[in-house]
């Protein structure tokens, strides 16, 4: 089981920037593959950002390729997203998901409120 608390969430202008954390429970943080999805209003969660379990590899979607960066810190158990040049379409709930790539267990956070302005 691991649980995911996000933090960082917030109202900023379009062009600003905004760090969101998600900080995980447990022993094997390292075994999970971790990610970012979003909701954006009356629109369906879709994929941001993702991270294998060592952080040597990362992926994005195409809308946010450029600006946005995923990090992970095994020893804090923590993952970061830094989201610059943001634009009022980034507006959404962001959501930390951890999977595990052999159980495929899958786990969710309760998300963290983007708001970008224009």
């Known amino acids: 089981q691991v649980q995911l608390a996000e933090s960082g969430g917030g109202l900023v202008q379009a062009g600003g920037s905004l760090r969101l954390s998600c900080a995980a429970s447990g022993r094997t943080f390292s075994s999970y593959a971790m990610g970012w999805f979003r909701q954006p209003p009356g629109k369906e969660r879709e994929f941001v950002a993702a991270?294998?379990?060592?952080?040597?590899?990362?992926y994005y979607a195409n809308s946010v390729k450029g600006r946005f960066t995923l990090s992970r810190d095994n020893a804090e158990n923590t993952m970061n997203l830094q989201m610059n040049s943001l634009k009022p379409e980034d507006t959404a709930v962001y959501y930390c998901n951890a999977h595990h790539p052999y159980s495929l267990s899958d786990f969710w956070g309760q998300g963290t409120r983007v708001t970008v302005s224009s």
């Open positions: 991270i294998n379990g060592v952080g040597s590899n990362t």
